[in-house]
């Protein structure tokens, strides 16, 4: 069967991210968590943020405020307010590669998730953009989404799972994904698939227009 590479978006939250550490501790399997600036600029969620880091898992940007995807905030300010301030933040706490996830809104894909100047922005910074290929919809069904999650990575030669660690209902089903997973004869890796990688250490790659909304 495929590889699979664990996300989560949105947190770090004070009482669901330490249980998916805990139960990602339990199976030895490493993620990438996408953290909100908004979170980072509080105490707690700084030191929720090193916990991360200190267990092993790796840290990426995932804009600060989480309400408009970026190739539908064209403002001056939008790479500024999103993107410089959160990476301040976490590099406070993050030293390794730049990672970057842009908000899709729902999970969807297309030209609403960069402009041209966050692009400009993440070339500069040498940043890796990841995006994704299985959205199982957890903040939409807290059961289902396992079902859904399950059945793409079945599908699919090399999983990229988009999972949220501020849902305590949802996150509750993490570990028997994870058994489901295993007992299916799924690996767990840390690499991403090229073609969740428009954007690798500041070097676009063949497709990122396809996610660029064109400057007007």
């Known amino acids: ?73 064209l403002g001056p300010a939008a790479v500024a307010r999103e993107l410089e301030g959160t990476q301040r933040l976490l590099d406070e706490v ?45 903040w939409l069904d807290a059961e289902g989404w396992v079902e859904r999650a399950l059945a793409d990575a079945a599908r699919l030669e090399h999983a990229v799972i988009v999972l949220h660690d501020i849902l305590p209902e949802a996150m509750t089903r993490l570990d028997e994904f994870i058994c489901r997973l295993r007992e299916a004869g799924h690996r767990f890796g840390d690499d991403f698939p090229a073609a969740c990688l428009p954007i690798v250490e500041g070097a676009p790659r063949a497709g990122l227009e396809a996610f660029v909304r064109a400057a007007e």
Do not use: Q, Y
């Open 94 to 138: 993050w030293r390794g590669p730049r990672w970057f996830r842009p908000f899709g809104g729902g999970g969807k894909l297309g030209p609403h998730l960069l402009s041209p100047d966050s692009v400009e922005w993440l070339v500069a910074g040498k940043h890796t953009c990841v995006l994704w290929n299985s959205v199982p919809g957890d």
């Open 1 to 73: 069967m495929g590889e699979v590479h664990l996300t989560f978006d949105n947190g770090p939250h004070p009482e669901v991210t330490p249980r998916v550490l805990d139960v990602l501790d339990a199976h030895a399997i490493h993620a990438t968590f996408f953290v909100l600036g908004k979170h980072l600029a509080t105490a707690e969620g700084m030191a929720m943020a090193e916990a991360t880091r200190d267990r092993g898992h790796r840290l990426g940007n995932h804009s600060f405020s989480h309400e408009v995807p970026l190739g539908e905030d």
